[in-house]
């Protein structure tokens, strides 16, 4: 009996853990609007996930339709209210200029699992702003494991 207290004892623990992940691919964007004077766009991405590290992609000079096709991985927290993309142009002077926004709430999120589908940019206040971003996002919580 002792011994099997000691096999049970890990598998309690490991369930007690939370294991929410969510795996957000940047894919594309495309008819994004003109920002620089002299030229088109230098486009980049921020990513948010909940109050976690803001992370940002790699800026690609000139374009429109940018491709980026990079992945950030977080583990979310249970206090994570959404996931949030933002595209920015980036220029010497100012280093970000907001183009537009996708959110995700987190409930939409665990609903809906697996996203794989272009959307249209928001506003900061929710309106419909120029150009559409493409992403994957896998969202793995831990009931499904
Ligand atoms: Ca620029």
Not at 8 to 21: G, K, V
Request: include cysteine; charge should be negative.
């Amino acid at each position: 009996m002792f011994f099997l207290a000691r096999v049970l004892q890990p598998r309690c623990c490991f369930f007690s853990l939370s294991l929410t992940t969510c795996q957000v691919m940047i894919e594309n964007a495309r008819n994004l609007p003109r920002m620089d004077t002299f030229g088109l766009s230098d486009p980049f991405c921020a990513v948010t996930c909940g109050k976690g590290v803001r992370h940002k992609t790699k800026v690609i000079k000139n374009t429109l339709n940018p491709t980026w096709h990079e992945e950030f991985v977080y583990n979310v927290e249970d206090s994570a209210r959404e996931l949030k993309i933002a595209v920015y142009d980036w220029s010497l002077t100012k280093e970000e200029d907001f183009i537009g926004q996708v959110t995700f709430p987190m409930s939409e999120l665990v609903a809906s699992s697996y996203i794989n589908d272009w959307f249209k940019l928001r506003t900061m206040d929710q309106q419909e702003a120029k150009g559409e971003i493409q992403l994957k996002i896998n969202f793995v919580s831990e009931e499904q494991r």
